[in-house]
Every structure is written in structure tokens, then in C-alpha cells.
């Protein structure tokens, strides 16, 4: 059983914090552009934190056309703790709230772990198409 804490971030905007889980990965390779810090992000965003409040992850929900595109970001110091799961199963609730169908993902070109990403993305339910996009419906 986890102590991590599901909190929305209403207005979302770049800070330190999504800087540190990325861990030197260019925000850009996710759809965030360049930030700087304290701007606004588009989308819905919330953060995952530990007992002692130290933010640990991050899941994003961009709903378009009764689907929903989502980012699962977690600390590298927190990776293969369950962290991710929490996240992907907390954006689905966060979808069947919308009422929408799916959620997916696209794992970006330039990804520097692609094959593992896609892997942990089909132990957790989703399923690749022709488009390149890995989906899961809404449970």
C-alpha cells in the first residue's frame, strides 16, 4: 500500500520540480515546448507525492474528441516502485470521471527507451494500433 498523495495542479505551471523528474531530458521531447520557469502549461496536471511531500512523479491528461492523450513523468530515484502505476491508474479514474473512452500514449522518436517504455505501457493494458499510438479503454 502506497502513502503517495494525488494532487491537481489548477493552474499547472513549470517549475523546478517537473524539471527535476524529467532529469535532464529535453520537456520538449513530451509536447512541452521550451519552458521557463513559471509558465503555464496547457492541459490537466497533477503531481505525486511521498509521505515527507516530496514530489515523486507526474501525470497529465489532455482530453480531445472523447479520448484522452496522457504523460506519466517519474523521478528517476522513484522508477520501478510503483509510482507509474499509481499515475496510470489515477488518469484513468481522472478519464472515467469525463466519461471518455480512452486513454493513450505515443512514445516520442527520441525517446532514449523506447522498447522499455512501450513494454511497460502493454504490462499495464495498452495496446499498440497502426498509428503508433498505445491505448487503453476506459475501465
Given at each position: ?47 505525486v507525492e511521498d ?46 470521471r469525463r466519461g ?10 527520441g525517446h532514449p ?27
Amino acid at each position: 500500500m502506497s502513502d503517495w498523495q494525488w494532487v491537481r495542479e489548477t493552474p499547472a505551471s513549470w517549475d523546478d520540480d517537473k524539471a527535476d523528474v524529467l532529469a535532464g531530458l529535453d520537456p520538449g521531447l513530451f509536447g512541452l515546448g521550451s519552458p521557463e520557469h513559471g509558465d503555464a502549461l496547457g492541459d490537466e496536471w497533477w503531481r505525486v507525492e511521498d509521505s515527507r511531500g516530496e514530489v515523486v512523479g507526474y501525470g497529465r491528461l489532455d482530453d480531445t474528441w472523447g479520448d484522452a492523450e496522457i504523460l506519466v513523468l517519474v523521478s528517476p530515484a522513484h522508477r520501478r516502485t510503483g509510482v507509474g502505476g499509481f499515475v496510470v491508474a489515477r488518469l484513468e479514474e481522472e478519464a472515467g470521471r469525463r466519461g471518455l473512452n480512452y486513454i493513450y500514449n505515443v512514445v516520442p522518436d527520441g525517446h532514449p527507451d523506447p522498447e522499455q517504455v512501450t513494454g511497460w505501457l502493454a504490462a499495464h493494458g495498452f495496446e499498440g494500433n497502426d498509428v503508433g499510438e498505445l491505448r487503453k479503454k476506459v475501465g
